[in-house]
C-alpha cells in the first residue's frame, strides 16, 4: 500500500515580504490631515469665486438687458408717437404730449440707479448718462417738444451709430428683426442729421418750435 505525503506550502518569503511592508515608514497623521485641510481651503476658495463670478456675470447680464430695452422701447415710443399725422392738428401737440406722458416711465434708469455699484461697471452706463436726459427734457420742457424729441432721437442715433449699445446685444435683447429696424431707423436719421448740419447747421426741429401762447 502506497502512501502520499502531502508537502506544507512554503509562505516564509511572502511572510517576510508582509512584515517589510508593515514596518516600512509611514506619511504621519498630521501631515495627511493638514494635506486634506488645505485641498478642501483650495477647493472651497475657488468654488466660492466661481460662485461670486457667475452670480456677478448674470447680474450684469440682468442689468444689460434693462437698460438695452428700456432705451430702445423709449426711442420707439417718440418716434412712433411724433410721427403720428392722424390727429387734428390742432390736438396733436396735447395727445402727443400725454402719449409721452404714459410711453416714458423711465423704469431702467430707476432700477440701473438703485445699484450704482453694479450700473458703474457697464461700458453701456454712458449711452444711460447720455440718454435719460434728452427723455426727461422731453417731459420737463414740453413747451418745446418738436425740439426736445428730435434732440433725444438724434443722441439716440448717435450712440447706436458708434456702437456704445452694441449691436450684439440689441440682437440678443430684441431679437434679430427689431434690432435690425431700429438700427435702420437710426442710422438713418443719423445720416439725415450730418447732411442737415453740413448743408443748414441747425438740428431736425428747431424750426418747429411751439407757439407757446397757443398751447397755454
Not at 475657488?46 to 430695452?69: E, P, S
Not at 447747421?201 to 428747431?206: C, R, S, Y
Request: net charge neutral; charged share 25%; proline share 5%.
Amino acid at each position: 500500500m502506497l502512501l502520499f505525503t502531502q508537502e506544507t506550502p512554503d509562505y516564509s518569503r511572502q511572510l517576510e515580504e508582509i512584515v517589510k511592508a508593515m514596518n516600512r515608514p509611514t506619511t504621519p497623521v498630521w501631515r495627511v490631515a493638514v494635506f486634506s485641510a488645505f485641498v478642501g481651503l483650495v477647493f472651497g476658495i475657488v468654488a466660492q469665486f466661481l460662485v461670486m463670478l457667475i452670480t456677478d456675470l448674470y447680474r450684469r447680464y440682468k442689468m444689460r438687458r434693462v437698460l438695452y430695452c428700456d432705451l430702445a422701447g423709449m426711442f420707439w415710443a417718440v418716434e412712433n408717437i411724433m410721427a403720428v399725422t392722424d390727429v387734428p392738428e390742432d390736438d396733436r401737440w396735447r395727445w402727443q404730449r400725454a402719449q409721452l406722458t404714459k410711453a416714458l416711465l423711465f423704469r431702467g434708469e430707476k432700477y440701473c440707479l438703485d445699484t450704482p455699484e453694479l450700473y458703474m461697471q457697464l461700458p453701456e452706463r454712458y449711452a444711460g448718462e447720455m440718454l435719460y436726459p434728452y427723455f426727461h427734457q422731453i417731459l420737463d420742457d414740453d413747451k418745446w417738444l418738436n425740439v426736445n424729441t428730435s434732440l433725444a432721437l438724434s443722441a439716440f442715433s448717435h450712440v447706436v451709430h458708434s456702437g456704445t449699445l452694441k449691436p450684439m446685444y440689441l440682437r440678443l435683447f430684441l431679437g434679430r428683426k427689431e434690432a435690425g429696424d431700429l438700427r435702420r431707423s437710426a442710422e438713418l436719421r443719423y445720416t439725415q442729421n450730418q447732411e442737415r448740419l453740413k448743408g443748414v447747421g441747425v438740428p431736425d426741429g428747431i424750426e418747429s418750435k411751439p407757439d407757446e401762447d397757443s398751447r397755454t
